[in-house]
């Protein structure tokens, strides 16, 4: 089996997210495939939380759990969630619990924060600490906003800015690289109403940049392609351009991250950027504007 997970003999717990294609090299690019790898980490007597899945998914890791006697706790059967305006309420063994909302961005953290709750409920945490974690969780690069560094003073914000009051431009980094991120994306786009979005994309050529760019295609005001720096694997500033232009984004090729800021500031009097679509590029801005 492939998942690293597996050099825990014997967990206490195991946990799988929502299935999605990614790593099609390895795992291809079925979700029933992508599972049957995943029910590798399924090990006897060791419980294992699933968040929700499709049908088709789910029946694949119910297969492999009947097979090494793992007991299931499945999402959207055993427990379930609602999410409020003010957070989620978890629907689990032990009744109905409110929570608060994450901390980290986007509906999709939400579907994470249950399957969190739900592993804690198996493993008996005291509930006021899970409240608590979800309340202040940090997870740099997904959807985080930058405060400072120089990308910042490319755009002319001070330093430390943490208001939509200081400035007319914010800047934002996210990590995801698949599909599943990027119909995340997607959601959070279309929230963000209130300012235009503007997009610089660069991904490993690896992954599958078409289904990724899809689901945003329409809801931005434009969009950059670069290369990731230092990164072997990276597609060309004009590949990504293509994959972009091919979905609908009229796109520009920029030389890096800073020369599409500045061409945006250039050409916008203000709004969204968010720079996107692998954690290697994320990690190279983190590295100076953190």
Not at 17 to 35: C, M, N, R, Y
Not at 85 to 110: C, M, N, S, T, W
Not at 198 to 220: C, Q, S, W
Request: glycine residues 8%; proline residues 5%; contains cysteine.
């Amino acid at each position: 089996w492939l998942d690293a997970t597996n050099v825990l003999e014997r967990p206490l717990l195991t946990a799988i997210t929502p299935i999605s294609i990614d790593h099609v090299q390895f795992l291809g690019d079925k979700k029933e495939g992508i599972a049957a790898e995943k029910a590798g980490i399924l090990k006897a007597g060791v419980p294992c939380v699933i968040a929700p899945q499709e049908p088709s998914v789910m029946a694949v890791f119910e297969a492999r759990a009947a097979e090494v006697k793992a007991p299931l706790y499945r999402g959207g059967i055993d427990w379930d969630f609602e999410a409020l305006d003010e957070g989620f309420v978890f629907k689990g063994a032990k009744g109905e619990i409110h929570y608060p909302k994450p901390a980290l961005r986007g509906a999709h953290q939400i579907v994470n924060a249950a399957l969190a709750v739900a592993c804690a409920e198996q493993l008996e945490v005291f509930r006021p600490k899970i409240a608590e974690g979800i309340a202040s969780a940090k997870w740099p690069a997904r959807l985080q906003r930058l405060t400072r560094g120089p990308l910042l003073d490319l755009l002319g914000v001070k330093s430390g800015s943490g208001s939509a009051e200081d400035s007319s431009w914010e800047l934002w980094i996210d990590g995801g690289h698949n599909a599943a991120a990027g119909e995340a994306l997607a959601e959070v786009l279309a929230d963000w109403d209130d300012r235009p979005v503007h997009l610089i994309y660069g991904m490993l050529n690896t992954k599958v940049a078409e289904d990724f760019v899809r689901p945003i295609a329409e809801k931005a005001s434009s969009l950059h392609a670069v290369a990731i720096p230092e990164a072997a694997a990276s597609l060309t500033a004009g590949e990504a351009k293509a994959h972009a232009v091919a979905q609908g984004f009229k796109a520009t090729a920029s030389d890096s991250v800073e020369s599409a800021i500045a061409d945006i500031a250039a050409r916008f009097p203000g709004g969204r950027i968010l720079v996107c679509g692998s954690l290697y590029l994320a990690g190279h801005i983190l590295a100076d504007n953190a």
